[in-house]
Structure formats: C-alpha cells, structure tokens
C-alpha cells in the first residue's frame, strides 16, 4: 500500500516511516502543505496522512483542494484538536479520519488497515431514495434533482449504511463496527461529528432530519 506523509515534525516523521516500512507500506513524505497538495494530485496514493498544523499550507487546505481537485483516496488528518468541531472542520474538508497526537503506533495500524480494508459486501440496488435526495450505489454520487452533493468516501458509506436501514434504530458500536471495522479505536466524538456534518448537507436548512438520535442508543434515518 502506497501512503504519503506530509509531517513536518521529523523525528515523528522518521519513525512513522521506519514503523510502517517495518509492516510493508510504501512511503513518502513531505514536510510541507504545498509538497503534499502537489504529490497527492500527481501521483495515485492509497492513503495520504496528513498532519493539520503543515507550514506553507495547513492539513485542512491540501485536504480540501485535493477533494476539490477529484483525489478519491484515503486521508487520514493527524491533530491534536479533538473537540466534536473541530472533528466537523476536518472531515468537512474531506478527511476521511483523524487520528489524535500523541498517538500509539498500534492505533495508527488500525487506522490505516481500516482506510485500506475493501468492502467486503455487494449489493444488487444502483440507487437509494432518500426524500428528494438520490443515492447511486455505483458511481458513489449523492444528488438532489440536478445538484451534486459532494460526499467523502466515509460520509459516503455512513450515509448507505443508513439508507439499507431506513427506520431501523442503530446501535453507535453496529456503526462503527460497519464504517470503520471491528478493530478500529475510532471514538464516539468521531462517529457524532459526521452525523453533525451528514446532517448538514442532507438539509442545509435544518428543517428536516434525515438522521436522528435515538438517546442512549445511537441513530436511525426515518422513512418518508
């Protein structure tokens, strides 16, 4: 598997690389926003991290202009912030997650073994109704009449989770387990931040919640 790390820190930096080349991963780094945002739209990376606080350009800039620019792999956003909004800014800008410093290389494993796992499932559908709203299973494309709405490949898999259990109640520990897998250490804040964000762009204006909380369970997306 083939990874970009944009860390300007380097001695973390020199002992990510020699950890991950330990486990078989190809790596490259950077040390800078700008290098990572032009390596990532040069060259075709599994999974790029990328630390948030990067000189010249910070991790939530090259994150965003990359999702701008068409980059579908796996970014996993490196920070010490981990506040629920600041969790929203991040993925917001396209991260896929995000992964608190300090950190435990085991944590970091997980982390990327989640990113890179395949789905294991097919499905017969091509496409969901959702409301107004328009699911295509293939082309990962979220669509209300002709407006695309621009989804990150995590947003992408909870939303469908959602949408094949339409009025079914969720548990957080079923969602995590599906979205992220039975050995990722993703918490809580992370799963209620891209709710928060889902939400968001499913309805802008707040009127309608696709989404809700079933208190001291988890979620569940009602039928129409």
């Not at 579908?72 to 920070?79: D, F, P, R």
């Not at 997980?110 to 293939?138: H, K, N, P, V």
Request: include cysteine; hydrophobic fraction near 40%; charged fraction near 35%.
């Amino acid at each position: 598997m083939k990874v970009l790390l944009a860390e300007d820190d380097r001695r973390l930096a020199r002992l990510v690389i020699k950890m991950l080349e330990d486990e078989g991963y190809r790596l490259e780094w950077c040390e800078d926003g700008e290098t990572a945002l032009y390596r990532g739209l040069e060259e075709p990376f599994d999974i790029m991290i990328l630390d948030w606080m990067l000189p010249k350009k910070d991790g939530i800039a090259v994150c965003r202009e990359l999702r701008e620019e068409g980059y579908n792999g796996a970014i996993l956003m490196l920070t010490a912030r981990n506040q629920v909004d600041d969790l929203v800014l991040g993925f917001e800008s396209g991260a896929d997650d995000y992964l608190a410093k300090p950190f435990e290389f085991k944590e970091l494993f997980a982390r990327l073994a989640a990113l890179g796992r395949r789905r294991t499932f097919q499905y017969e559908e091509s496409w969901m109704e959702i409301g107004d709203l328009r699911l295509d299973i293939q082309r990962h494309v979220l669509k209300r009449k002709d407006e695309t709405i621009q989804l990150t490949p995590k947003e992408f898999q909870l939303l469908e989770l959602f949408a094949r259990h339409k009025n079914q109640v969720l548990t957080r520990e079923v969602i995590l387990q599906h979205v992220w897998g039975a050995e990722s250490d993703v918490t809580m804040n992370t799963l209620e931040a891209f709710i928060k964000l889902l939400r968001k762009k499913l309805d802008p204006s707040g009127k309608k919640k696709y989404i809700q909380t079933v208190r001291g369970i988890g979620y569940q997306m009602v039928r129409d």
